[in-house]
């Protein structure tokens, strides 16, 4: 096992990583941009170092600063969380180049799956079913007008190099496809710096069910079942849960099967994610595959009692994995909620500023991975999520009521938050039903009626510090008495 071990992000995933890795024996190096040197992950490190850039972001990117601590901190291995610079195939080879174990996939597994055309190639050959669409990208008006010609509107403009929702345009009619067209490409190339982009036949309000599999370096592999992640908003997951209300488990183990030999077909290594589109006939196409943890990993790990981060660290020390296919057992139902950081009352704008105060929830099946603490600074410069809520429940009724108890008993002041929207759509009849699909919160979700609450949201807020405000003077009033009524007992004291 390893002594020591390098976590190459920052917020509440390197936190996840720093607790695995302790519960293993292992200690751990933060690297920190400077705006987050007070930052609670860089304090729960055992060792922390500064890396420079202009801006934060880079800094974290910045893959031979990241190489270079981790030879000068003598860690064995580097784990990169999920963004940044997770999957990047050329980190992977930095730090095989350097001697240091990089907790993840080969570069090849890496490079094989980062190519959205490339990877819809390899699932063909090796028999996983894909959503009609191109195997290569467009390189031209005449190619791009006949190919959506052929598949048939609606369509899917995706960027081959993309992930998260960017780059991705829905297209119903050959007038408008030049000017998304151009707008996938622009997207693609500041997101991505590649500006490919292929074509695929849109599944119009499909569910969104990805599976986790696991596999290490002697050749076995492992599948822990699905997440459905279907509530999304601009292709941003929001919500996720485990398991999902349309499988069963023959359907189960039959997605599973099928993530195995994707993950087989890239000779991929450690925790990975496949992920399907799923239509209303209960058919399923590969979408992509994620070759790192993800966000949502919490849900699947709630109900298998699994640790899927040691499960990465050991794999990447060279262990085998203990256990088989039929001792992972799916016990209860896991929800998990993103706590983002932004204005659901005003387009999801992105809220920034000083934490003011901060009560976590807590409780029987509460589990709260969080990034921040009181008096953290939110920036513009990272994502805005700073922490996740997941409940457990022994089914999906219970977890669906802790889960809306535990957002109402989640207090941050200082910045807004999503989570009176994410109550909004919990307590929603069509979700609390299990009949939702991706497009909930377009033809579902009447964001009209939302908009009402944030006047009742902004009177109690106001209430509340109002009465922290009072309790506050009270509280300095009766010290400052105490303290005039100690002075004058020491006067008495003094000149009897």
């Known amino acids: 096992m390893f002594k020591r071990i390098l976590i190459a992000n920052r917020g509440e995933i390197a936190i996840r990583v720093m607790r695995a890795a302790k519960e293993l024996g292992i200690e751990t190096v933060a690297v920190y941009h400077s ?27 910045d893959i031979q600063q990241i190489i270079d601590v981790a030879r000068r901190s003598n860690s064995e291995a580097i784990h990169p969380g999920y963004g940044f610079l997770s ?4 980190f992977s080879q930095a730090c095989l180049d350097a001697n240091i174990k990089f907790i993840g ?19 063909f050959e090796a028999g996983v079913p894909i959503v009609p669409g191109t195997k290569e990208k467009i390189n031209d ?34 007038e408008d496809l030049i000017e998304n067209f151009e707008s996938a490409k622009r997207e693609a190339l500041k997101s991505f710096v590649d500006d490919s982009i292929y074509i695929e036949k849109l599944i119009e309000n499909p569910k969104h069910i990805e599976i986790q599999i696991i596999a290490d370096e002697h050749g076995n592999y492992l599948h822990f079942g699905e997440r459905d992640c279907s509530i999304q908003r601009r292709h941003q997951k929001l919500i996720e849960e485990c398991p999902s209300t349309v499988l069963d488990d023959e359907l189960r183990q039959k997605m599973g099967q099928v993530a195995i030999n994707a993950a087989k077909a890239c000779n991929y290594v450690n925790a990975g994610t496949v992920e399907f589109l799923f ?4 058919n399923f196409y590969f979408l992509e595959m994620n070759t790192r943890i993800q966000v949502e990993h919490p849900v699947t790990e709630r109900v298998t009692r699994a640790d899927l981060v040691k499960e990465q660290i050991k794999i990447a020390a060279g262990e085998k994995l203990k256990i088989t296919q039929q001792d992972i057992k799916w016990i209860g139902h896991s929800i998990e909620c993103r706590i983002n950081a932004e204005d659901p ?4 704008l992105p809220s920034t500023g000083k934490i003011t105060y901060l009560r976590e929830p807590g409780g029987k099946g509460v589990r709260i991975d969080s990034g921040i603490e009181q008096g953290s600074t939110i920036s513009i410069h990272f994502d805005p ?16 009521d802790r889960m809306i108890q535990a957002l109402k008993n989640y207090k941050i002041f200082g910045i807004k938050t999503v989570i009176p929207f994410l109550i909004a759509v919990l307590e929603h009849p069509e979700f609390r039903n299990g009949n939702f699909d991706t497009g909930f919160l377009e033809s ?9 609450i944030e006047k009742e949201i902004e009177q109690t807020i106001a209430a509340i510090a109002a009465y922290s405000y009072r309790k506050v003077n009270q509280t300095v009033r009766k010290e400052n008495q105490n303290q005039k009524n100690n002075l004058s007992k020491w006067k008495m004291r003094k000149f009897i």
């Open 35 to 61: 705006v987050d040197k007070e930052a609670p992950f860089v304090h729960f490190a055992d060792f922390a170092y500064e890396v420079y850039s202009d801006t934060p972001k880079s800094a974290y990117l």
């Open 87 to 90: 999957e990047r195939e050329a």
């Open 105 to 123: 996939p080969y570069p090849k597994s890496i490079e094989m799956m980062g190519s959205k055309t490339k990877a819809r190639e390899i699932m």
């Open 141 to 174: 008006y005449d190619q791009l007008h006949k190919t959506a010609s052929e598949i048939g509107y609606p369509i899917l403009l995706k960027a081959a190099a993309g992930g998260g929702g960017k780059g991705m345009r829905k297209v119903y009619s050959s």
């Open 279 to 282: 239509d209303k006939n209960k």
């Open 345 to 348: 009352f005003n387009n999801f």
């Open 385 to 400: 999520m700073v922490a996740k809520l997941i409940t457990l429940g022994v089914n999906r009724e219970e977890a669906l």
């Open 444 to 452: 579902k979700f009447n964001f009209e009626e939302f908009s009402k």
